[in-house]
Each structure stands twice: as structure tokens, then as C-alpha cells.
């Protein structure tokens, strides 16, 4: 199984001289010294997708939230569609410094930060609001998951909650016991979950599913609304079978000591940020992506079916005794302690998700 599965080190010192009313110093305020206030930091960022990409929107309004916040001190130099950096390499990029922020997709480069695998553990989220609100409260309460990045010269900047996968196929799926037999395009933990529901699955990149549908190479794929109608599969696996899979987290990652430079301020600026970007990003990636999703696969004379909640119940039975179970396996029984945070944080925050009637 385990094989098909693949943040101050320099504190700013401010002059806290005592002012007298003769003072020449008044050009010093309480957040440091004028010159401090002054000065501009430029980060160069990096992601895998195109500027046009929602997934490229949604960072590009994290950094904006921090340059706005930051009145221009923070400034960031924009790297697109793997321009800069690999996405397997972007850790190692971030830790020798060859990029300042970046996204870090888990199981890439999961022998380094297994732990922080736990924010890729399918099923246990279905929306992106509660589960980036999740995974924020989770990196609050168990350091040793920023030990972990740290440990790679990297500290938790924030995160991506990516919303559920869903399953779109050729032919319509009415239950969760039609999945059987059919090929799926599904890796890592949905390659997992495919085979248990008695699926095929097919470990291909996702430029090339489309020819493989196209071909009937394939009978579906496993993707979330944004990705699958991104790559237009709603042409070919018109049929959607909203059978909740679960979402899985992407971490914004920077540079340590790039992060250590700042001064306190603006380092605050960021935690802040990485907290609050959680609506914009269910703005652009969930609530306007899933629109333009609904969109393409009615205009592609497409069918959604809603699964019932007993078929919801399998599924949530089958991940728990499945996935879940292998992370603790894996990871030690006191890392059971963590999965059932994460897990508890995502059920509340479903029930505190402002966007649920959408």
C-alpha cells in the first residue's frame, strides 16, 4: 500500500532609547525605525500553473493580501508554470534559497515531511473553507509538524484546502456499486480508494487522461470540479458522480531564513494572511470554479448525481479502515492523536462553513 502512495532565528533589534521632548530621535516609532519601516523585501515565488490557472489566481491573491498589508515593504517576484522551479523539486528549491515561496504538494516529496502528509489524507474533508481552516488550527496545535518543514529550511506559510475529488465518467453512475469494474485514472490515495470500490485504477498524468478517455482507453477519472473541467474531461466523461473522495491540502512553504528577515511586523502579516486567504480562496477556486464546472458539463449535455447517504456511509467506512488506519500504522500510534484533530477540526468547521447553501 505504502508504495502506491508516494517559522526568530534573528530577532529585528529595535532601539528602545527613551524619549526625551528634545529628543532628535522622533523619526522612531514603537514597530522599529524609519529606515527599518523603509525597507522593501522582494521574494521570488514559484508555482506549476499558469497565470490564467484558478489555481495561479489564488496565489496570486495571497501575495497580493501581503503586499497590500504590507504596504509594498514585502514585494514578490512571480515565477509561472514551473518557470523557476519543478514541482518535485520546489522543497529543495526553498531550502537552498533558488525560490523564496512556493507550493508543496506532499506526497512529492513525502520521504522528507511524512508527517505533513496527514494534510493530504483523503476523505476526511469534502469543502475548501473547512478544510484550509483545519489545517491552519492543525500546524497550531502540533509543532511538530513546523519542526518537520523547518527541519528542511522551511516554514509553514499557509495552505491550499483543495476541494473533494468527484468521479466523472463516460457512462452514467447512479451508485456506488456501478464504480465496479470501470477503469479510473486515479493515483495515490484515490488509486487507492478506486481499488476498493472494485475499480481499475489507471496511474496517468492528467494532460494525458483526456486522449485516453478520447480512446476509451479509460472510463472516467477522479479529479475535483476545477481540475476535471479544467482539462475539459466534461467532453468526454460528461457524467458526474458526486461521491465525496475528499479534498487534500497544498502547504505554502518559504524559505526560513528569507521569513527570519523580516521584522516582527511583517512576519505577523504573514501568519495573518495565511489564516484569512481561506475565503478568498474558496472565492476563486471552489465557489467560481465549481460555477464554470456546473457550467461546461451542462452545456456537454452532461448528468450530476447526487450519491446517497448510505453509499456516503461505505465510503466514509471503507477511507476509515483503509487510509486512515495505514497513516497510523505508518506513522505511530501517537500520530493517531493527530488524525483525529484534523478530523474533528474539518466536521466542525462543515458545520461553521459560511458558504455551505451556495
Not at 514559484?46 to 496570486?60: C, G, N, R, W, Y
Not at 491540502?249 to 524559505?255: K, T, Y
Not at 495505514?326 to 492523536?337: F, I, R
Request: proline share 4%; with cysteine.
Amino acid at each position: 500500500m505504502k508504495g502506491l502512495r508516494n517559522s526568530l532565528g534573528f530577532t529585528i533589534i529595535i532601539c528602545m532609547f527613551l524619549l526625551s521632548a528634545c529628543s532628535t530621535q522622533s523619526n522612531k516609532s514603537s514597530n522599529g525605525s524609519k529606515e527599518e519601516n523603509d525597507t522593501s523585501f522582494v521574494f521570488k515565488t514559484t508555482i506549476q500553473t499558469p497565470p490564467v490557472a484558478t489555481l495561479s489566481k489564488a496565489f496570486d491573491a495571497y501575495l497580493d493580501a501581503i503586499e497590500e498589508k504590507s504596504e509594498g515593504r514585502i514585494k514578490f517576484e512571480r515565477y509561472y508554470s514551473e518557470s523557476l522551479v519543478k514541482t518535485p523539486d520546489v522543497l529543495d528549491a526553498l531550502s537552498a534559497g533558488i525560490a523564496d515561496v512556493g507550493i508543496l504538494i506532499p506526497p512529492l516529496v513525502e520521504s522528507k515531511i511524512p508527517l505533513n502528509q496527514i494534510v493530504h489524507t483523503s476523505g476526511v474533508y469534502e469543502n475548501s473553507w473547512p478544510g484550509g481552516k483545519a489545517i491552519n488550527d492543525l500546524y497550531e496545535q502540533f509543532p511538530e509538524l513546523n519542526e518537520e518543514l523547518e527541519k528542511n529550511g522551511v516554514t509553514f506559510a499557509g495552505q491550499f484546502g483543495i476541494p473533494s475529488n468527484y468521479i466523472f465518467t463516460k457512462d452514467p453512475v447512479k451508485s456506488i456499486g456501478d464504480i465496479k469494474g470501470k477503469k479510473l485514472v486515479a493515483t495515490g490515495d484515490q488509486g487507492l480508494i478506486a481499488q476498493e470500490l472494485g475499480a481499475v485504477p489507471v496511474s496517468i498524468t492528467s494532460t494525458e487522461a483526456f486522449e485516453a478517455l478520447q480512446k476509451g482507453a479509460v472510463d472516467g477519472v477522479i479529479f475535483n470540479l476545477t481540475t476535471a473541467t479544467t482539462y475539459n474531461y466534461e467532453q468526454v466523461a460528461k457524467h458526474l458522480y458526486k461521491l465525496p473522495i475528499g479534498g487534500v491540502g497544498l502547504l505554502i512553504g518559504m524559505n526560513t531564513d528569507k521569513y527570519l528577515s523580516l521584522p516582527e511586523d511583517l512576519q505577523q502579516i504573514i501568519k495573518e494572511v495565511s489564516k484569512t486567504h481561506v475565503d478568498d480562496f474558496h472565492q476563486i477556486y471552489q465557489s467560481a470554479g465549481d460555477k464554470v464546472a456546473f457550467e461546461k458539463i451542462e452545456k456537454a449535455g452532461g448528468t450530476i448525481t447526487e450519491p446517497t447517504a448510505e453509499d456516503v456511509k461505505k465510503l466514509k467506512n471503507m477511507i476509515s479502515n483503509l487510509l486512515w488506519k495505514d497513516w497510523v500504522d505508518t506513522h505511530g500510534k501517537s500520530s493517531q492523536k493527530m488524525l483525529d484533530t484534523f478530523i474533528e477540526l474539518s466536521d466542525k468547521y462543515e458545520k461553521e462553513n459560511p458558504y455551505k447553501e451556495e
